[in-house]
């Protein structure tokens, strides 16, 4: 499927999601390249979005996936105080709307670029920097533990970076597409 075809995929779910839920308006559609999610919903914007590589080489099974994501919006109009994002209530949209009901595709994802995103709190010894989770960062912000280099064992502390917080974000890519 190209952006042409998922936009009228979503149309033609929207128009079933009416029969339901009468005042549903269409979604806003966006696209996406990298990772191995076939869609996304989100409920604030009130927008799907959908992975261009899986839709294209998935084509005859996607639609069963734009149902899907669709379906996440009209649950939430009907049951907002839905407990869970796949719960019953999803379900019996979901089915309702004609997908098939189950929550995660099938889709061979071995030709999809992967980027993983990582998160790290910069810390400093004597000798060197030190990438801490944020995990970590909290337990010692919050005085659970403190840590020492191993090298030098001076008691790591926090530096700030160019944009003067903490955080730095590195990015690894598990396949290079």
């Known amino acids: 499927m190209n952006k042409t075809q998922l936009k009228a995929a979503v149309a033609k779910a929207t128009i079933k999601a009416r029969e339901l839920y009468p005042t549903f308006l269409p979604p806003i559609v966006g696209f996406y390249e990298k990772g191995v999610v076939a869609g996304r919903a989100y409920y604030l914007t009130h927008k799907v979005e959908f992975n261009l590589t899986l839709a294209r080489e998935n084509s005859e099974e996607f639609e069963n996936t734009v149902i899907h994501e669709v379906a996440h919006l009209v649950t939430k109009h009907m049951y907002p105080r839905a407990k869970q994002a796949h719960g019953p209530e999803f379900k019996r949209v ?43 960062h909290k337990k010692i912000n919050t005085g659970m533990k403190s840590f020492k280099c191993r090298k030098c064992g001076v008691r790591l502390g926090m530096v700030p970076n160019e944009k003067g917080n903490h955080v730095k974000v590195v990015k690894v890519s598990n396949k290079a597409k």
């Open 94 to 136: 979901f089915i309702a709307m004609g997908g098939n009901g189950k929550r995660c595709h099938s889709y061979d994802v071995s030709t999809a670029k992967r980027e993983v995103v990582r998160t790290y709190v910069v810390y400093k010894c004597a000798c060197q920097e030190h990438m801490i989770t944020p995990a970590t």
